[in-house]
């Protein structure tokens, strides 16, 4: 495999590691999901 | 030894809906949260801090507002509960600021007095002194507060005039709670209030005469004329629409602009390879697909600020209140049904203003077909493929107003049928509101509200279509294979997703492909946009001139393997009413979950949506090709 | 009929809906079941009001506000014209 290969792999490793601790965390959902994009708080 | 902190005392915020609670809130907290011109808009309690003029901190409630504390709706409710510190999470407040309109203390005292009868320290806001004033009310603070027993303090919220005198009132020891002068001890109580408060306005807010028309008057008189304002609320929803088309093209050029310089760049930075396609096609091509529309979202959102802010709001729900009522609904549902069409989250939070607990169970059940804003990309990038801007942009408008139309009126069929399964009310519910003046609109307001809800959509293309665009090239690349860049990605999980996606979607005129970007949609819907521009991808190896060759020309050169265009007219319209009808949003199954009380309700709600979207587009689809089209 | 509303009622009591538009009128009684929330929502006895439109959601204006309030509501409210 060459290096962009790797460096490709690599990013899609940590972005799978990133949702799965989210959706790890989101456990306790409230009501209002804070990626929705609707900018309630 | 240190002293432990105090806990900070709590001051709540309670008055009448449209007496600028939350435009005190804000001034005093320094927060940005939602003002509107019409009453409905704060249903959920906010809380935030600001500090004495001696550096002391107060913890602040927005309290939803509220006509009385007796029998109220469920917005209502909620403030009273706080009142009583029986809100789980909120300590019961140690002093209560009650927010009057200085134009109607003759209304608004009402809740004043019953505040006061509760026996907590209260301060009086008499807000909104300057626009009494011009109207001719010769007001008297001082007296009010001599005969009421409290502070009372003159204030213009929206100009920050009064406030520090406001934070001077709450001085710790906080006034000790009044005792009710008027509450003598035998008598309806209701009727001593009254009598009191009558007297209390002919002392201290004398009004010269009772009914001046105003220019709200005069606009009035035509915008709730039955006939014409009917006519003129279809002619502003009408150009609405068309400004958002219209408007967007220039920067919306600019945007695939940077997007295909961008690209130009990374592919002359990097040789052809896996970290290029990621970033190229991934990467840019996900995620640009969705920042493009960025003008439009702006553009909608500016237009809601002024809609809501001028006051129109209110007319708008009066004048649909008819309509409605042929749907099962009152007018009282408008408002929350047009929050919808920004989200429906908001829009279902909104409900709580509905008295009819059926009725609000209705209104929750049909606002996600109130087309979101989330929609906005698919159909903005359906669209022109439909009807190429050179036919005129009025009638691109005119289809955007059309899908509008027709989630309205489902919506509205569906709710009726649902209605009358529900039975009727145990108690009566009728309509009434309250019609505010019309305002200019504040633009300093608006325009933050705009940004806000912009950021919002660019920080959620940056981390959620981010991550999704990055899995789905992952999906659409591994497992490799060699071979040219069909083969390839027919070899790949989201090709093989593929061929067993499309048996279910081509009766939809949909191929795998699209099937699986509509798949990836339910986890956002923006992220279809993001899934075509990874799985329509130009070919790896003819890269040598620079093909900025934009999404929606790679869309209308798709074919299918017989060579056949994959994006007809018929197969485009199936796609649209597949997305208007589909729910395709976690969060809003989650809140309606909350709001409605019960999970079986909101999974219902999914699968009946979802069932539907599915038989509509097999409809159109299938009815389109036996009618000959 | 309650014999209070009854008295009320012998003199020359109209409904909010039975006015015409733009006539002026002092509320003498609200007797139904949406009273109480009329007289939450501020219209009180002895308060004069200008209905300024009618039909099924009538618009009345009320100490400077302009309220609209539904036909059956309207129904509930017994008014006597300003002299």
């Known amino acids: ?41 | 030894m240190h002293a432990l902190p105090p806990t900070p005392s709590t001051i709540a915020l309670i008055g009448n809906p449209n007496a600028g609670k939350t435009t005190l809130f804000n001034a005093l907290t320094g927060a940005n949260q939602k003002v509107g011109n019409y009453s409905g808009v704060t249903v959920e309690l906010t809380s935030g801090e600001t500090f004495t003029p001696h550096g002391k901190k107060l913890r602040v409630l927005d309290l939803p507002g509220c006509y009385s504390l007796r029998a109220p709706s469920p917005d209502e409710q909620v403030a009273v509960d706080a009142l009583h510190g029986h809100l789980p999470g909120y300590p019961k407040p140690d002093l209560v600021v009650c927010v009057v309109d200085a134009s109607n203390l003759e209304r608004h005292l009402q809740l004043a007095l019953q505040v006061i009868e509760l026996q907590l320290p209260t301060v009086i806001a008499l807000n909104m002194v300057d626009m009494a004033e011009k109207s001719g009310l010769r007001l008297d603070p001082a007296k009010l507060a001599e005969e009421l027993g409290v502070p009372v303090v003159p204030l213009q919220a929206s100009t920050g005039k009064g406030v520090i005198e406001l934070k001077q009132a709450l001085r710790f020891p906080f006034p000790t709670a009044p005792a009710a002068l008027w509450a003598t001890g035998d008598g309806d109580l209701e009727a001593a209030r009254r009598a009191f408060i009558r007297q209390l306005c002919e002392l201290a807010a004398r009004r010269p005469d009772a009914h001046q028309l105003t220019r709200s008057d005069q606009l009035d008189a035509w915008l709730l004329h039955p006939v014409f304002g009917g006519v003129a609320f279809l002619a502003i929803m009408f150009t609405v629409f068309w400004g958002i088309f219209s408007f967007a093209k220039i920067p919306m050029g600019w945007i695939e602009g940077a997007q295909g310089a961008v690209a130009d760049w990374l592919r002359a930075l990097l040789a052809a390879g896996d970290l290029r396609s990621l970033l190229v096609d991934g990467v840019l091509g996900g995620v640009g697909g969705v920042l493009v529309f960025l003008p439009q979202i702006v553009l909608l959102f500016l237009f809601i600020g002024l809609l809501e802010s001028s006051g129109y709001m209110a007319r708008a729900a009066y004048l649909m209140d008819g309509v409605m009522a042929r749907a099962g609904l009152s007018g009282k549902a408008f408002l929350p049904l047009f929050s919808s069409y920004a989200c429906a989250i908001p829009g279902v939070m909104a409900t709580r203003t509905i008295g009819s607990a059926k009725e609000r169970l209705v209104t929750i059940f049909i606002a996600p077909w109130m087309s979101c804003s989330a929609r906005l990309p698919v159909y903005f990038l359906i669209i022109p493929l439909l009807l190429h801007e050179s036919e005129g942009s009025w009638k691109q408008a005119l289809v955007l107003f059309a899908i509008y139309t027709l989630g309205t009126l489902s919506a509205f069929a569906v709710a009726r049928v649902l209605r009358r399964r529900l039975g009727p009310d145990p108690a009566a519910h009728h309509f009434m509101l309250e019609l505010p003046p019309y305002r200019l609109p504040q633009w300093g307001y608006i325009l933050r509200h705009v940004l806000e809800r912009a950021w919002s959509f660019v920080a959620k293309a940056g981390t959620l279509i981010l991550g999704l665009s990055i899995l789905l090239w992952a999906l659409s690349t591994y497992p490799k294979c060699d071979g040219d860049a069909t083969a390839a990605l027919a070899a790949s999980a989201m090709g093989r997703i593929g061929r067993v996606i499309e048996p279910v979607v081509k009766p939809l005129g949909f191929d795998g492909r699209v099937g699986t970007a509509i798949l990836t949609s339910f986890a956002a819907r923006e992220v279809f946009n993001s899934s075509l521009a990874v799985l329509f991808r130009v070919d790896k190896t003819a890269d040598k001139k620079a093909t900025r060759n934009s999404l929606r020309e790679r869309l209308a050169a798709a074919r299918w393997p017989d060579g056949r265009p994959l994006f007809t007219p018929l197969s485009m319209l199936s796609l649209l009413v597949f997305y208007i009808y589909a729910l395709q949003c976690l969060p809003t199954t989650a809140v309606v979950a909350k709001e409605a009380g019960s999970w079986p309700w909101a999974l219902g709600q999914f699968a009946f949506m979802s069932g539907f979207a599915y038989l509509a587009a097999l409809v159109i689809f299938q009815g389109g090709r036996l009618l000959g089209f | 009929m309650a014999p209070a509303l009854a008295t009320e009622l012998e003199t020359d009591c109209l409904t909010l809906n039975q006015v015409g538009v733009g006539c002026d009128v002092t509320i003498r009684v609200l007797s139904g079941p949406g009273c109480e929330r009329l007289r939450d929502l501020g219209l009180c006895e002895q308060l004069q009001v200008r209905k300024l439109s009618g039909g099924r959601n009538l618009i009345c204006s009320v100490c400077g506000t302009r309220l609209a309030i539904s036909r059956d509501l309207a129904a509930q409210v017994w008014v006597e014209p300003v002299a």
């Open chain 1, 1 to 41: 495999m060459d290096t962009q290969s790797l460096i490709a792999a690599g990013i899609v490793l940590v972005t799978l590691v990133i949702f799965a601790l989210r959706l790890a965390r989101r456990k306790p959902a409230r009501g209002c999901g804070h990626d929705c994009g609707c900018g309630k708080k």
